[in-house]
C-alpha cells in the first residue's frame, strides 16, 4: 500500500515537472507567429513604399516639364528671352514692318504713275506744235511725272532758245537739238533715283537680316550654356526653353528678310521696266520736237 502511494507520487511530481518545462517552449512557440506576422505585414508596407518614394521624384521632374511645355509659345518665348536677344527681336520686326508698308506705297506709286503716264501719252501725241507739247507736259494734271517733265524740259529748252535770239531752224537746228536732248537727259539721270525710293532699306533687311538673327540666336544659345554650367544639370526640359528663344531671333530674322529681298527684287524690275519706257519716250520727243523745227512750229 505504501508503495502505491510513493509511485502515484512520484508519478504527479513527474507530470509537475513536465508541465513545468512545457510551458515555455510553449510560449515561445505562441509568440514566434506573433512576431513573425508584424514583421511579415511590415515587410509589404515597405515594399509599397519604395515606389511610392520613388514616384515622388519622378512626378516633381515631370510636372515642371509638363507646365514649361504647356507655355512655350512665341509670346512666351518672347517674354522669357535676354534683354539683348529681345532688342534683336523688336529690330526684326520693326523692320518686318517697314518692309511691308513700303510695298504697300510703292505698290500704290506704281500704279498711279502708271495711270499718269498713259493719260499723259495719250494727251502728248495729240500735240501739233512744240507749243502745244509744253502746254500738256507743264499742265497741273502731269505735275511730277517723270515723262511729263522730260518733255517739258526739251520744250522749255526750245522757248529759251527762241527768246535769247537764237535760230532753232536751218542751219542751227542741231544745236537746238542737241540742247534739247542734254535737258531731257539731265531729267532721266535723276529718274531712278526718284523711283527707287527705299529700296535701299529693303536691300539693307534682305542683306543683313539673317546675321542680325544669327547674332541673337548666337548670344541666346550663349546664355543658355551659361545656365546648364551654372546648375549643373543637362535635363532638357530645363534646357529646351532657352535654346528655343535664340533660335526664335534666327527665324525672325528670315521672316523680316525673305520678303524685304522679294519686294526687293520686283520693284527693280517695275523700274527698269519703267526706265525702258522713258527711253522709248526720249526718242519719240525728240522726234516730234525735230519734225516741228524743220516745219519752224
Partial sequence: ????????????????????????????????????????????????????????????????????????TPAAMFMEADIVVKVVMIGLLLASVFSWVILLIKLFEFGSLNRATDRFLESFRQARTIADMRRVATSEEFEGNPLADMAAAATDEVEL??????????????????????????????????????????????????????????????????????????????????????????????????????FYNYFNTRIAAYGTRSDGFNAELMNAVSRNLDKGA
Avoid at 520613388?54 to 512655350?72: D, F, Q, V, W
Avoid at 527762241?162 to 536751218?170: D, F, I, M, P, Y
Avoid at 539721270?189 to 529693303?202: E, H, N, V
Fill in 1 to 72: 500500500m505504501l508503495d502505491i502511494k510513493k509511485t502515484n507520487l512520484l508519478l504527479a511530481m513527474a507530470g509537475a515537472a513536465v508541465l513545468m518545462a512545457g510551458t515555455p517552449v510553449l510560449a515561445q512557440d505562441a509568440a514566434a507567429p506573433a512576431a513573425t506576422a508584424p514583421a511579415a505585414a511590415s515587410a509589404p508596407a515597405a515594399d509599397a513604399a519604395a515606389p511610392a518614394a520613388a514616384a515622388t521624384p519622378a512626378a516633381e521632374a515631370e510636372a515642371p516639364a509638363a507646365e514649361s511645355h504647356g507655355k512655350l
Fill in 161 to 262: 532758245s527762241r527768246q535769247a535770239g537764237l535760230s532753232v531752224t536751218g542751219d542751227h537746228r542741231d544745236s537746238a537739238l542737241g540742247r534739247a536732248q542734254a535737258a531731257v537727259n539731265a531729267v532721266q539721270a535723276g529718274l531712278a533715283k526718284r523711283l527707287s525710293g527705299g529700296q535701299q532699306f529693303l536691300a539693307s533687311v534682305g542683306s543683313t537680316g539673317p546675321f542680325i538673327g544669327l547674332f541673337g540666336t548666337v548670344y541666346g544659345i550663349m546664355n543658355s550654356f551659361i545656365g546648364i554650367a551654372n546648375t549643373n544639370t543637362t535635363n532638357l526640359a530645363v534646357v529646351a526653353p532657352g535654346i528655343a528663344e535664340a533660335l526664335l531671333a534666327t527665324g525672325i530674322g528670315l521672316f523680316a528678310a525673305i520678303p524685304a529681298v522679294i
